[in-house]
């Protein structure tokens, strides 16, 4: 008897600068082995939907993807509204922190957090 392994593709994808700023806040954090990042979306906002990103630990119903070495948590239903959205992270004069290029987004509001489809 063999056992099926299930690889899954993840829904997003994250920039270089993303990568990069997500290890250095791991690490500056000590965020434990059990703990990944949590992707995913929630009622709210100037446009209905925010985006949820932080480190949390795996919960029922959570889809697990490891993408460019870091274990990523998302709620199964989360991967509708973000199919194909990349994450970056931006470090210049204007704007500093994370960004979500999501293209299944019908609007986005100024501050860049909150979208509606």
């Known amino acids: ?59 029922d119903g959570d889809q697990e993807y490891f993408i460019e070495g870091i274990k990523v948590f998302m709620h199964k239903a989360h991967g509708l509204y973000l199919a194909g959205m990349q994450i970056d992270f931006q470090d210049g004069l204007n704007a500093r922190g994370f960004t979500f290029n999501n293209p299944n987004a019908a609007s986005t509001c100024g501050c860049g957090t909150s979208f509606s489809v």
């Open 1 to 59: 008897m063999s056992a099926t392994v299930e690889t899954l593709t993840a829904p997003v994808t994250f920039t270089e600068g993303a990568v990069k700023e997500l290890y250095k806040l791991r690490e500056q954090q000590e965020i434990a082995d059990d703990f990944g990042l949590r992707v995913g979306v929630e009622g709210g906002g100037c446009s209905g939907m925010n985006y949820v990103l932080g480190f949390d630990q795996k919960k």
